[in-house]
């Protein structure tokens, strides 16, 4: 870089020498950036203890509630409502877990702290790593804290381990690809509580309106129709299957996406990436035209 | 030499259902290397976004800027490692501790772990935060905000700083202690660009002002320079009760030799004058003979808030509304 060696001969003339970047590579930087403003993102999680106990407070409410309240009340033909429900729960959980990522960029950018970054020869995009990797492991964790509390109310995985860890890894990729989104819309909107009732508003409906806590193919013609296209659906459905937790017997939707849920959830997760890492990354370089 | 360099910058914004606002208006700037330069304005005068233009943090729609003959919009990147900037735009992570923000700070300037977590203790330090480094900076008082928001900006030691409106809000005591960082700061040689709207602020950090209104620089100058433009001795007087102002008003313009203007809800009045000492004593005894009762009355050499009434025709430090937030 020209620069460094004009800069070089400016503080010549200076008490002292500005100090100078250590040599790497920019993949090496690239990393090494976004392994700092994800450590940076954790750090938060351990000082604003508030974000992790409710991040992992309400999943445990709702295992319970559902399993208990709903359990008694939802008859799963061929299975138990607890093992019928964990699923819905879990793909519930981190898919808004994942909105994390959208106000917590839209949070960043008001309090400064972006543009202080911005200031910085770091690369760009590395902040948008660490913001959606801080996610996932908030994710991961709440997954933890969901299986441990399912365990305890009777849920099983029957599967292969291979199969459970599949389930595991498709859940937190699908979680983790919705958070690049959700940071999209964070950069886009111009305070943090507008991503957080917009995503109440849709994914109350996206989450409930699919096969997540009653089985799809009881729901009113228009509703089942949409649960069955519903990604939700096939990422819950997808689960289940992993998790060898489908119900014996259980009917299959007609829709493709019913028909075959795993493909279609790393469709979703290819879909997701593809669009939405180059948009976010441009959206963040853009941030300076507005 | 000149290190920084802004020419004829133009920014606008359109805020929704408002007329277009022109933030940058052709601003041309030029701050020789190892001296310092005060942007002085009130708000909404384009002080901001000047700096922000200067950080790589907003493109202007036209103009050109270079910091030691870095072109800013063509090399961002290549500007960004040769600066430090502070400012209430640029701010700490307040979940990090003291230590860990300027240890990130130095981490993301590419200067490898031990580097920077040596800087970091070294500017801790250097800033008297050895007690508080450990804690996260929401707990921290404004000064010490402050101060570990520009010892961020000088992780790298960088040739050339921006100070954004380093003491705006901060207690006199405070505000002080900072000044006396800053000084010793640019003894050592670095150029600084800083944004103010306290005129004793610039007059007391700053080799060379330069007055901006509207988007543009409207005067420049060393502190003296823009008072003697203003020329003159000036007469103050306080009065103990604000009233009779048209009577008080009439008395300063007939022996002074300017405008007389209020201020202080109407107890204290200033006036220029020629003949300073003449023109106290012919206005004391005036307004004492009109029946008014004094405070205070005196000369005094013109102030950078004289020189600012004169340049702009409204106070410099009236509260606007924002308009440059980007």
């Known amino acids: ?290 | 030499m000149v290190f920084i360099e802004a020419s004829e910058l133009v920014k606008t914004y359109t805020p929704k259902g408002a007329p277009v606002v022109r933030a940058l208006d052709g601003l041309s700037l030029q701050v020789p290397q190892g001296t310092v330069t005060a942007l002085l304005g009130p708000n909404g005068a384009g002080k901001t976004t000047t700096v922000k233009v200067l950080t790589t943090l907003i493109r202007p729609d036209s103009g050109s800027a270079a910091i030691d003959g870095v072109d800013v919009l063509a090399d961002p990147e290549a500007v960004r490692r040769m600066i430090g900037a502070s400012g209430q735009y640029a701010a700490v992570d307040e979940n990090l501790t003291g230590f860990e923000n300027l240890e990130m700070v130095g981490r993301l300037y590419h200067l490898g772990a031990r580097r920077a977590r040596e800087r970091a203790r070294e500017l801790i330090e250097l800033f008297d935060l050895v007690e508080a480094q450990n804690r996260v900076v929401k707990g921290f008082s404004g000064g010490m905000r402050r101060r570990i928001d520009l010892a961020g900006a000088l992780v790298i030691n960088p040739p050339v700083l921006f100070l954004d409106e380093p003491t705006t809000g901060l207690d006199p005591r405070s505000r002080l202690a900072l000044w006396d960082v800053i000084e010793n700061l640019v003894s050592g040689g670095t150029t600084v660009l800083l944004t103010t709207q306290y005129l004793e602020e610039a007059d007391r950090l700053a080799d060379s002002i330069s007055v901006i209104d509207g988007g543009r620089v409207i005067a420049e100058g060393t502190a003296d320079e823009l008072k003697a433009s203003v020329g003159g001795q000036r007469v103050a007087l306080t009065l103990v009760e604000a009233d009779e102002t048209e009577v008080v008003r009439g008395i300063l313009q007939r022996y002074g030799s300017g405008e007389a203007v209020p201020s202080n809800e109407g107890k204290t009045w200033v006036v220029p004058v020629d003949d300073g000492p003449a023109a106290l004593s012919l206005i004391v005894g005036a307004v004492t003979g009109a029946g008014l009762q004094l405070h205070d009355a005196g000369m005094r050499r013109p102030t950078l808030d004289d020189v600012f009434l004169q340049l702009t025709g409204h106070a410099a430090e009236e509260h606007e509304t924002e308009q440059e937030a980007a």
């Open chain 1, 1 to 290: 870089m020209s620069t460094i060696e004009s800069n070089g001969s400016a503080s010549a003339r200076r008490a002292s020498a500005t100090l100078q970047p250590v040599p790497g590579s920019a993949i090496g930087r690239f990393l090494g950036d976004g392994w700092i403003t994800t450590r940076r993102n954790l750090m938060k999680i351990v000082r604003v203890p508030d974000i992790l106990v409710f991040t992992l407070l309400q999943p445990i409410m709702f295992v319970l509630l559902f399993s208990y309240v709903f359990g008694a009340a939802i008859d799963i033909p061929g299975s138990d409502y607890t093992s019928f429900l964990m699923a819905g729960i879990f793909a519930q959980t981190v898919v808004f877990g994942s909105t994390y990522s959208g106000s917590a960029m839209a949070q960043d950018l008001k309090d400064g702290i972006i543009d202080r970054f911005r200031t910085l020869p770091m690369n760009g995009a590395a902040v948008l790593v660490g913001r959606t990797n801080g996610d996932l492991v908030i994710n991961g964790l709440s997954m933890l804290v969901m299986m441990g509390t399912g365990f305890v109310v009777g849920w099983r995985a029957t599967s292969s381990v291979g199969g459970f860890l599949a389930g595991v890894a498709l859940l937190l990729l699908f979680a983790y690809a919705f958070s690049w989104l959700m940071a999209f819309l964070g950069m886009s909107v111009r305070s943090p509580e507008i991503i957080n009732n917009a995503s109440f508003l849709v994914l109350f409906p996206l989450t409930f309106v699919s096969n997540a806590f009653v089985p799809s193919e009881n729901l009113p013609t228009p509703l089942r129709v949409f649960a069955e296209w519903n990604p939700v659906s096939a990422l819950v459905q997808s689960a289940r299957e992993l998790f060898g937790n489908v119900p014996a017997g259980a009917p299959v939707g007609e829709a493709w996406t019913a028909q075959n849920p795993i493909l279609t959830v790393l469709i979703g997760i290819a879909l997701l990436l593809a669009v939405f890492v180059p948009l976010s990354i441009a959206k963040f370089r853009a941030l300076g035209r507005k």
